[in-house]
Nanobody
Framework: VQLVESGGGLVQPGGSLRLSCVAS????????MGWFRQAPGKERELVAS???????NYADSVKGRFTISRDNAKDTLYLQMNSLKPDDTAIYYC??????????????WGQGTQVTVSS
């Protein structure tokens, strides 16, 4: 099983980016999915998550600016980021709890995608 993120880049303050995370491999089902980020010198933090069904959770720092969504048919997770601020600069990681074809439930991480907000 692999998680592959895309969509990061350099954007000016106030701009927007859309991150994608595609899961592939021997997937029976996907439970929790979420986006985390880690800025230089800081711990990794949860940005947004979809723990089950259509339930969404957001960190206070991104509420009203970021929107998480998932396409179950494509095993894909998205993060729409609007009104970006320099403090949003970080490596963004996708995380998913996946039940594999042999019945194991494993937490997987993507390789990360860099988001830089700067003028």
């Amino acid at each position: 099983v692999q998680l592959v993120e895309s969509g990061g880049g350099l954007v000016q303050p106030g701009g927007s980016l859309r991150l994608s995370c595609v899961a592939s491999g021997r997937i029976f089902s996907i439970n929790f999915m979420g986006w985390f980020r880690q800025a230089p010198g800081k711990e990794r933090e949860l940005v947004a998550s979809m723990p089950n069904g259509d339930t969404t959770n957001y960190a206070d720092s991104v509420k009203g600016r970021f929107t998480i969504s998932r396409d179950n048919a494509k095993d894909t997770l998205y993060l729409q980021m609007n009104s970006l601020k320099p403090d949003d600069t970080a490596i963004y990681y996708c995380n998913a709890d996946i039940e594999t074809g042999d019945g194991r439930l494993i937490s997987y991480w993507g390789q990360g995608t860099q988001v830089t907000v700067s003028s």
